[in-house]
């Protein structure tokens, strides 16, 4: 379908808005939409559970829960009030709750007045810059009044099922090809983790004599290969340190890299920390330094088995262990195999809410360990591997993010009137 622009425009006087159709207006949401905040009710998280049921519990960004009661029956437009990725591209701060659901209060809640597209304005409400109207310098917040003051482009009615019809149907089609691209993503994954796995455990020659390993989840690996557990494999095991709040001054023009977790990232090798540490907090004994080629792996929180080295001198906090090889251990050998294992590192922190993998659960992990020299040459063949996937993954990544780009760009052109798309008809209706 080609898509003209309309006959005439006229200036908006609003940056993200631009130019609007000639017979376009302007309004604010407290005109085409009611509120209904005053009927939100925040729920603890033990409330939560002991009220544990179908219903869907809403927060600023979706559902983040279920109960067993409801307050709203319908269809409504929800829009983060406070923790709503105001600024962050291609991701939407609005959208529609439908049938029976519950509300906290770090959602507002909207109804569009009769005969307005509920659709249309939650496609606005993406595409408004909130830096005109969110307040609040440690956590962003867009304050009832400010909400109230957001102005969007009034489309008349008769255009309003047009661009909803062209945006459904063209979204949906954008939003195939990334759950396709998604999903490549996680083979490539699979197939990543199956690699690492295979060359870990069963080695390169396929030829080779094997033998039970004792494990269960380790099975047979090559005759001439040993186990061992990680306290006699690697010379320590340690865990990281955060200086005292009073030592914060530790972090100012800091040279020596400082990971915590969400500095991890699937390509293993650890390297820039967000934060790093001056040389005086290890001289003054706050924190420990390890050797360069160490391994660190999270013990605690979401992420937790998660592994990467490090080929510099480096520290970490509390929340990661770090395991320093023997001679008789590549570093990298080690990480592979760590990576391989994730679900039975959270089997051995051994907790069903929150896992905590310690120095002492960390040294019973059991590790296949072939001589040195072959522990070199699978190292060396994963590294190439890994790095087509990673470069092919990179590619899928890319194309993702354009797609949504594109996506965002489709919507803010058909809601702010840069397209004509008044006659539209789904193929099927053609």
Known sequence: ?????????????????????????????????????????????????????????????????????????????????DGAPFFENNRDVAFIASNKFWVNNHAHILKANL????????????????????????????????????????????????????????????????????????????????????????????????????????????????????RYACTKVLTGTTPPSIGDDYFENGTVDWFTPGDFSNNFILRDSNKKLRVEAFTDGIVKL???????????????????????????????????????????????VLASFIDVLKVLSNATTLGILNQEKTKQFVLPVPPKSEQEEIVCLLDTELEKLTLLSGSIKDAIDKLKEYRTALITSAVTGKIDVRDFKPPWEE
């Open 290 to 336: 390890f050797p360069k080629n160490s391994v660190l792996l999270i013990g605690i929180g979401a992420t937790l088995g998660k592994v990467g080295y490090c080929e510099t001198n480096s520290s970490s906090n509390q929340q990661i262990n770090t395991l320093i090889p023997s001679e008789k251990l590549n570093y990298k050998f080690l990480t592979y």
């Open 115 to 230: 005969g307005l597209s509920q659709k249309i304005i939650v496609h606005q409400l993406n595409c408004v810059q909130y830096k005109e109207y969110i307040s609040g310098s440690t956590r962003d917040k867009l304050t009832q009044d400010e909400l109230k003051e957001i102005v969007l482009p009034f489309i008349p009615l008769s255009e309003q099922q047009s661009i909803a019809a062209f945006l459904d149907y063209k979204t949906e089609q954008i939003d195939k090809l990334i759950e396709k691209k998604e999903q490549l993503l996680k083979l490539l994954e699979e197939k990543r983790i199956a690699l690492i796995t295979r060359a870990v455990t069963k080695g390169l020659d396929p030829n080779v004599k094997m033998k039970p390993s004792g494990i269960d989840w380790l099975g047979d690996i090559p005759e001439h290969w040993e186990v061992k557990k990680i």
């Open 1 to 81: 379908m080609k898509m003209d622009c309309y006959p005439q425009y006229k200036s908006s006087n609003i940056n993200w808005i631009g130019d609007i159709p000639d017979h376009w207006s302007l309004k604010k949401i407290k005109y085409i939409c009611k509120n209904y905040d005053s009927k939100r009710i925040p729920l603890s998280g033990s409330e939560r559970a002991e009220k544990s049921g179908d219903y869907p519990y809403y927060g600023a960004t979706g559902v983040i829960d279920y109960v067993d009661d409801y307050i709203f029956d319908g269809e409504y437009i929800l829009i983060g009030e």
